[in-house]
Each structure stands twice: as C-alpha cells, then as structure tokens.
C-alpha cells in the first residue's frame, strides 16, 4: 500500500469533493458544509485570522483595517475567497480592495513588505512566517474541515483505519474539533 498527497485545488483535481467523486483520489480533506455528497468525519475547526506586518503591532483589529487597505486573496473561484467575501459582507465591509493571489507565499511576502494585509486559516500560516502577525478577526470565522470519502466506500477498512488515524493525530496535537468522541485505536492500523 502506498499514500500519495495532492493538491486537490489544483486545475487537474478541481478540488477535494470534485476529487473524490471523480476517483481522483480516495479521500480528501474539504470544508464540510460545501461537500454534501460525501460521507464526512469532522477534522477541526480552523479559524481564519487577520495577517498584517508585524510593525502593525498586537491590538484588536477594526473593521476598518479591512476595507482600507490592499486586501489581498486566493483567486475568486477559491472557497476561502468566497468565505472571506461573505463574512466581510455580512460586516459592512467594502470589498473594492481585493486582490487576488494565486500562492500564500506570495501574499505573506507582499503583506510582509506592508504592501497591504490578508485573511488566511490559521492552518495555512503554519508555521507563522517572521515580520507578520496573525489576529482573530472582529467576528470569528471559521471553516469545518472533513475528511470526506465516498459514501460507500466509508465502511472499507483502510478508508475506517485512514480516518481514525488521521483522527487520533490530530487529537494528540490538539487541533480536532471539541465535540469530537475519542476513538480508541487497537493494533497498528497503517505501516
């Protein structure tokens, strides 16, 4: 058995549901309220948070903050663009500054230089690269992530012993989702 990662965003996956469905790939890490045609186990919670230069300093950020400045984004078709976009309307915010960005990288660089600001998940910032400081915004917000497979395929074991393995790494990390149960694990499941 072999475990390959890819990057399901790319133009040849379409993305993680898209992924799956197609046989893609058997399993895949997706925000759960955007992929209801697969069988989900609930991963996390990931917060999205403010980024700016560390200059900016460690107080509140305003509303302000996001509709003054460059604010800059993965590209439109992006589910965390389209979730930005809808918290920043749902708070009043214009979002006339937006600038799309296809890599992180290139958005934390810019931000980095004080050429405008961003709004990631916490896990894309990971480690937190230096001269940049990441705030929670005004409001929370968040996107559920879920490993999510085929429904029929969800009972197979090496999708079940996939799934609670991922589950119990993230547990001992402390990054799952409060309301997950623990599962106990017996005997090695993945070598």
Do not use: K, N, W
Request: charged residues 15%.
């Amino acid at each position: 058995m072999s475990v390959s990662l890819i990057d399901s965003e790319s133009e040849s996956c379409g993305g993680g549901t898209r992924a799956v469905l197609s046989g893609h790939s058997d399993a895949a890490v997706v925000v759960e309220d955007e992929s209801t045609e697969l069988h989900l186990t609930p991963l996390a919670q990931d917060e999205y948070l403010f980024v700016a230069p560390a200059s900016r300093g460690t107080h509140g950020v305003t509303l302000s903050e996001l509709s003054t400045q460059a604010l800059y984004l993965p590209p439109e078709r992006d589910s965390c663009h389209l979730r930005v976009l809808r918290y920043l309307a749902s708070q009043g915010v214009s979002t006339a500054g937006v600038f799309p960005i296809t890599q992180d990288s290139v958005t934390l660089g810019l931000v980095s230089h004080g050429l405008g600001v961003t709004v990631m998940p916490r896990l894309a910032l990971l480690p937190l690269p230096p001269g940049l400081v990441a705030l929670p915004l005004p409001q929370p917000l968040m996107r559920p992530l879920a490993l999510g497979v085929l429904p029929h395929r969800a009972g197979l074991p090496i999708i079940r012993a996939f799934t609670a393995t991922l589950v119990a790494s993230l547990r001992s990390r402390a990054i799952t989702r409060p309301e997950l149960p623990a599962q106990p694990l017996s005997g090695p499941l993945l070598h």
